[in-house]
């Protein structure tokens, strides 16, 4: 079975092959998810491999490659119509912007078959079921169906067959012919394989060799004497070990395989492209770790791409030699796989088909059997080819777009009709305390709740690193980390440290978590090993006590493990964030060590003047990151700031505010034009979306004259976050009937610590609506934790700079963030992970389900199971023509926007007139609707659980003059 | 209150709820999650108190608790009594059942909480808990391979649980043939009982012995059988933890301890049990260091101490071996319910090392030359790979 080293009719193996071949894995490399370790998880879109295609394209385009949905199903769409989510309205509006014709001269109307094939919708024939649906399905129903149906089946004209396909890789043509499926043997071993090799710890017995890269220690493994070979994949060592004979580096051996296979160059794309799509998790993760080394999380591997094809093809060889030769065929299996054809329906029973279907349109459409005989040839052709035209992804495209169009229409009116009651210029007077969070939908509620409890408190959006992008490395980091959004790389690096007093116990402290973390260590290990494992079960029974306290009462147990751990705080610690202006530019590992006064003034001057703070500062304003714990969640780094490149934002705000404070930096920041009142204090914190905890940081540094708004903020926030708890809560099943804001918030926190919790919060689900503007637009809507709110005035950007930076900076974060859920969605299976109940997290990059199978990427069900997928939403307030110019700026908001990836509106900040972009062009919007006015939030979403409407909640209504007396 | 009736109840209340979960899912009642996770937390707490009641009057010095089914299978003068008895041996084990399935019921509610699964998840989960705490409190070994056999249905239903995909469904398969090739050595063995009039010696003995080693091996996942224990990590995390973990596998000892005078019967039996549980705990312990995942690690880390366990009632050290199977079967409960969250207490360890957790190597490592350490390596991904494809 061994080919010789031959070279064949394609030519030898020189220079321009390999070229040519590198450029086919680099193209059939788009098809794999972009996904990286899952330790740091980065919304992304899902298909971004095709978003030079417009949307509704594209997403058909992949779901034809990859074998997935592109939209929702049509019986979800349906019943989505039944209850009222969508509108017979929107699907007349979505239907009058597609091109209409009549279906033959003097005809009905395209629109009119369409909209009958939407609702009452077709019956859905298909070959198969035909038969069945003529003899017991209820297709004919009245008395004058036989002749019609006759009618149609007489005309139905078969159509043009089309090629029988050639079979993309040998395996299909393998199974078409033989029966036998080679990935059954390959799949596992290249599974065993690639998690042996990618392991970044969890094995006590790294892979040996796999210094020298994927193929060269899989080869090394497999040609070892004595090797136990399983049956379908005997021969593999000698396999390898002759391709090392060879001296063929992994691209010879592809090309090898390539030529040996019989591929002509040009289907060299489509071949490697079915391999990779075998397994496309960890195909992917090999390549994204080729191109991104870094972003392994502990030991960075030599990762190559054509190392696992070279893999891959020699094992496909094997197994197929082997399953060749194991039937006995004399006939050589390679030179004529190409000609293997799948099973096809045969071209009668397809006539049969779609004669019932066009049967079916003409009775909906109302025609008469005599109608249907004497339409000529030519106008029944085209009868024929417009029902055929409409099927099941075209009427799905159409009810996707109706189903958005419902969405947007809800969002936007209730808008314009809130907008035309408010005045939306700031109030002359000065909040009495400014909170910034981070532009996240899910600080929506909390945002709301804070100005809902304290309506003096005015709330601020803006992207959760604070503009600054920076390699940080906390006290208890072992190394720093980036934390900024993933397309831009820190130049400065900050690290904390125990402040002078708290020195000895910070050496203390990081003794005995060295001491406790590598006697973890060794228990963890050792209960997996023959001789410690012994002694530590024996020992074990001690661990039913805390193992029943953690799963029967897991509250208790928190609080004894808080208790237990008191021992050794965490102590005081400050930032080594200066650095001198002059000299002293010497890198450290790359990166400066910290920031000079004017690299400081410049970032809080950007931030205050793109969220329109300039010259509005309050006397105290809190940065708030966000982040968020879990157990039980690989996907735990998911729920973390998009903005600090799915890291925790808590060093960030802290940073931000430390600069903002420093009397150099604000005069620096004079000079720029941005000028903070000298009564201004900053403060940082952090905000756990999970468990609703809010810290504050380097509050002893306050200075005297703030305590009251200091109280006063405080208060607040720890009402708002109850508050906030309460209202995710209603979204909980498994939430408490008592209605209590103090057991919301008991549950959030228990979600956060338990074990056992698949959902400990539902992230970014929901997540619909962008909205840049200013806070009054928003400021007491209910927009049900659903809208990304970026704040920005533009009365005071002129020059567009501060527009073209957020949309530049946010516009991909949020698109990336809602597009993976759309299509997480659409195909939880294919494009998400499934459900995660079995996942198996492995070699810490990534989770499999159950003991072998390809990585799973995209986002489990657990996560998006109460996700609405519609594109986001893009409100920006300005005029349309400042809008696309400031887009422009940036070429991936120009893709994302042009190929209909976002959805997108302008706000006129003068009249409030929003207007949508439809195809090229802004259309008006059509009517206003004043919102619901709720007396509050809680109010408003009691007892519901299904998506909100946006209501306007008048308790926030801001009272500056009450707290104006006071401070 | 009778101590029968105490023994009773914790075998026939997860019995009849069972029965009732199963038949109300026959009729198309679906009644809720709360009602479900109630009804299953109630039964295992009561079966908890009843078990602790006994081993409280057993402390006291009360006799072992029994009862009496009835007596069948009358046949040439002969019966069988159908009765439980519950002697020191079973006590331990029903109270750690008892416990851990009560832990695993508590936890799955919340785990499995809105998986269109959730009712089935129940129904397996009381019928496995029937099971379990029929197997450990029979007194004759008919009754035993009643609790045995409903044990290993609820096993393979549980493995295949994501039945719409195709890997679940083939591991289930993988399992369902090793424990129905094992089960042949249970009945044999019983059947070589009855042809002894139930007081079998020497040679027999020997075979009866024999019979129930190889119906032990396959329970317990030992060489050769071992291969279907990382297959059967197909199921939600609970059960694996519950059946692979804690409870299932540990059933194979258990027969073992159960054939005492058997095994004592016949030394070469004895050697075997010793040998059988040697090379699984030497796999084990190979095989399992190479593994990258969460889960298969620990299943062949289980692997490793059902070995030895079974090495110790080979040379019949069976307090040991009794104590061995309770804390192994909690730690690996423990770890098997923890294994969804590894990442993060990985990350934590990490950071308190300060960067340094060092990977141990091959198993005796430095005493290897490095070529056979490599081959080791490969060898060892070998056997994983049998149990996987």
């Not at chain 1, 400021?779 to 049900?784: A, E, H, I, S, T």
Request: glycine share 8%; hydrophobic share 45%; net charge neutral.
């Amino acid at each position: 079975m061994d080919t010789p080293n031959a070279v064949g009719e394609h030519g030898s193996l020189t220079t321009p092959h390999h070229e040519s071949l590198e450029a086919a894995v680099k193209h059939a490399a788009h098809c794999l998810p972009e996904q990286g370790p899952i330790g740091v998880f980065i919304h992304h879109n899902t298909l971004h491999a095709f978003q030079h295609l417009p949307f509704e394209e594209a997403v058909q385009a992949a779901a034809l490659s990859y074998g997935t949905e592109p939209f929702l199903l049509e019986e979800t769409y349906r019943a989505d119509f039944e209850r009222g989510r969508i509108l017979g309205e929107d699907l007349d509006a979505v239907l009058a912007a597609e091109p209409d014709a009549p279906l033959w001269p003097g005809g009905p109307a395209r629109r009119r078959l369409r909209r009958l094939m939407l609702v009452p919708g077709p019956a859905l024939v298909r070959a198969e079921n035909l038969d069945w649906l003529l003899a017991e399905g209820g297709l004919l129903r009245g008395p004058r169906d036989g002749a019609l149906l006759a009618a149609c089946l007489r005309r139905t004209l078969a159509r043009a067959g089309s090629e029988p396909a050639v079979p993309a890789r040998p395996r299909d043509a393998l199974l078409a012919v033989a029966g036998v499926d080679s990935d059954e043997a390959v799949n596992p071993h290249l599974i065993r394989d690639c998690s042996a090799f990618l392991d970044q710890g969890v094995a006590a017995w790294p892979m040996p060799g796999r210094e020298k890269g994927f193929y060269a220690a899989v080869a090394a493994l497999a040609d070892r004497p004595l090797a136990l070979e399983p049956a379908p994949l005997s021969g593999l060592g000698r396999a390898f070990r002759r391709q090392a004979e060879s001296g063929l580096s992994p691209t010879a051996v592809v090309l090898e395989c390539l030529n040996d296979f019989r591929v002509p160059r040009s289907d060299w794309e489509r071949l490697l492209t079915a391999e990779l799509r075998a397994l496309p998790g960890w195909a992917g993760l090999i390549y994204k770790l080729e191109r991104e080394p870094g972003l392994a999380p502990h030991l960075p591997l030599p990762c190559s791409l054509m190392d696992f094809l070279a893999v891959r093809l020699t094992l496909t060889r094997v197994a197929i030699e082997n399953a060749w030769a194991g039937r006995g065929e004399t006939r050589p299996f390679w030179p004529h796989w190409r000609e293997a054809a799948a099973a096809s329906v045969p071209a009668e029973a397809e006539r049969r088909a779609s004669a019932a279907r066009l049967f079916d349109a003409a009775r909906m459409l109302g025609l008469s059997t005599e109608k249907v005989s004497l339409l000529t040839d030519a106008e029944f052709a085209g009868f024929q080819a417009e029902v055929e035209s409409f099927g099941d992804w075209e009427r799905r495209r159409l009810w996707h777009l109706a189903y958005e169009r419902r969405h947007e229409q809800d969002i936007l009116k209730l808008l314009a009709g809130h907008r035309s009651v408010i005045d939306p210029r700031r109030p002359a007077e000065r909040p009495f305390a400014q909170v910034v969070t981070c532009l996240d939908e899910r600080e929506e509620s909390f945002r709301r709740a804070l100005e809902e409890l304290e309506p003096s408190v005015e709330t601020v959006g803006a992207a959760g690193f604070f503009n600054v992008a920076v390699q940080y490395q906390g006290l208890d980091d072992p190394h720093g980390v980036a934390l900024c959004p993933v397309v831009v790389t820190p130049r400065h690096s900050v690290t904390e440290r125990a402040r002078e007093h708290a020195r000895p116990l910070a050496e203390l402290r990081r003794a005995m978590r060295r001491r406790w973390a590598s006697a973890a260590h060794a228990f963890e290990t050792g209960s997996r090993s023959l001789f410690a494992g012994w002694a530590l079960s024996l020992l074990s029974l001690l661990f039913l006590l805390p193992l029943a306290g953690r799963t029967v009462a897991p509250r208790l147990a928190a609080r004894a493990r808080v208790w237990l751990g008191r021992g050794v705080p965490r102590p005081n610690t400050e930032l080594a964030l200066h650095r001198p202006d002059e000299g002293a530019a010497s890198a450290e590992g790359g990166f400066l060590p910290g920031f000079t006064v004017a690299e400081q003034a410049e970032r809080i001057a950007a931030l205050l003047r793109a969220a329109g703070l300039s010259g509005a500062l309050s006397r105290l304003v809190l940065l708030l990151g966000h982040g968020s714990t879990s157990l039980n969640n690989p996907h735990e780094s998911a729920h973390d700031c998009g903005a600090c490149g799915g890291r925790r934002g808590a060093p960030n705000a802290r940073i931000a505010a430390a600069m903002a404070n420093d009397p150099r930096v604000r005069a620096r920041m004079a000079e720029l034009g941005v000028s903070v009142p000298e009564d201004s204090w900053f403060v940082g914190g952090y905000h756990d979306t999970c468990s609703d905890e809010v810290t504050l940081f380097d509050l002893d540094a306050v200075p005297a004259g703030h305590e009251a708004e200091l109280e006063i903020v405080t208060r607040a926030r720890h009402a708002a976050r109850a508050a906030n708890a309460h209202e995710r809560a209603r979204r909980f099943e498994a939430a408490d009937d008592d209605d209590s804001v103090a057991s919301a918030l008991e549950h959030v926190e228990d979600r956060a610590d338990r074990l056992s919790e698949p959902r400990p919060e539902y992230g970014h689900a929901t997540n619909a609506v962008c909205i840049v503007g200013r806070r009054s637009l928003t400021r007491g809507l209910f927009l049900d934790r659903r809208a990304f709110l970026v704040s920005y005035d533009p009365d005071r950007d002129p020059s567009l700079d501060s527009l073209a930076a957020l949309l530049g900076a946010g516009g991909p974060v949020c698109a990336g963030i809602n597009l993976e859920y759309y299509f997480s969605v659409v195909d939880n299976e294919r494009y998400g992970c499934g459900t995660k109940l079995p996942h198996n997290l492995t070699g810490l990059v990534g989770v499999m389900n159950g003991p072998s199978s390809d990585l799973r990427t995209g986002l489990p069900w657990q996560m998006v199971e109460v996700h609405e997928p519609v594109r986001l939403l893009l409100i920006v307030e300005n005029t349309p023509e400042r809008v696309l110019e400031a887009a422009r700026r940036s070429p991936a908001v120009v893709e994302l926007v042009t190929n209909r990836w976002i959805r997108v509106a302008a706000m006129d900040p003068a009249d409030g007139t929003i207007r949508v972009l439809r195809g090229d062009a802004f259309v008006p919007l059509q009517g206003a609707v004043e919102p619901p006015i709720a007396l509050s939030s809680v109010d408003w979403y009691r007892n519901r659980l299904e998506h909100l409407p946006i209501a306007r909640i008048v308790s926030t209504e801001p009272h500056p003059s009450a707290r104006g007396s006071k401070a | 209150m009778n101590d029968g009736l105490l023994l009773a109840l914790p075998v026939v209340l997860p019995a009849l709820l069972f029965a009732a979960l199963g038949l109300a899912w026959l009729l198309d009642l679906r009644p809720s999650e709360a009602a479900v996770g109630r009804a299953t937390s109630t039964c295992w707490a009561l079966a908890v108190l009843a078990v602790a009641a006994l081993v409280l009057g057993s402390l006291g010095g009360l006799p072992p608790p029994s009862v009496e089914f009835g007596r069948w299978f009358f046949g040439g003068g002969r019966h069988v009594t159908l009765a439980l008895r519950a002697d020191a041996l079973s006590l331990v084990m029903l109270s750690l059942s008892a416990s851990l399935v009560g832990i695993v019921a508590v936890f799955s509610r919340r785990y499995m909480h809105r998986d269109p699964g959730f009712h089935r998840f129940f129904i397996l989960l009381n019928m496995f808990g029937a099971g379990v705490m029929l197997l450990f409190a029979a007194e004759p070994f008919e009754l035993l391979a009643v609790g045995w056999e409903l044990v290993g249905a609820a096993s393979v239903l549980l493995v295949a649980f994501y039945q719409q995909r195709e890997a679940p469904a083939r591991g289930a398969l993988r399992v369902l043939a090793a424990y129905r090739c094992a089960d042949i050595g249970l009945l044999a063995g019983i059947a070589l009982l009855h042809h002894a009039h139930g007081a079998p010696s020497g040679a027999t003995a020997a075979a009866v012995a024999f019979c129930f080693l190889f119906a032990a091996m396959g329970k317990s996942a030992q060489v050769p059988f071992s291969g279907w224990l990382p297959r059967a990590m197909e199921g939600p995390t609970p059960s694996s933890a519950i059946f692979y973990g804690a409870l299932s596998v540990h059933a194979g000892a258990y027969l073992l301890l159960r054939a005492r005078p058997f095994l004592d019967a016949s030394a070469w039996a004895a050697g075997a049990v010793v040998a059988v549980g040697a090379l699984t705990a030497l796999q084990g312990a190979l095989v399992g260091r190479t593994c990258p995942d969460a889960k298969t690690s620990l299943a062949h880390a289980t692997a490793t101490q059902l070995g030895l366990i079974f090495v110790e009632i080979g040379l019949g050290w069976d307090v040991l071996a009794l104590w061995h199977i309770a804390g192994h079967a909690v730690l690996r409960t423990a770890q098997f319910l923890r294994a969804p969250s590894l990442l993060h207490d990985h990350h934590r360890l990490h950071s308190g090392a300060g960067g340094h957790l060092t990977s141990a190597g091959a198993p005796f490592g430095a005493l290897l030359p490095r070529p056979f350490q490599d081959w080791l390596y490969g060898f060892a991904l070998d056997l994983r790979g049998r149990g996987l494809s």
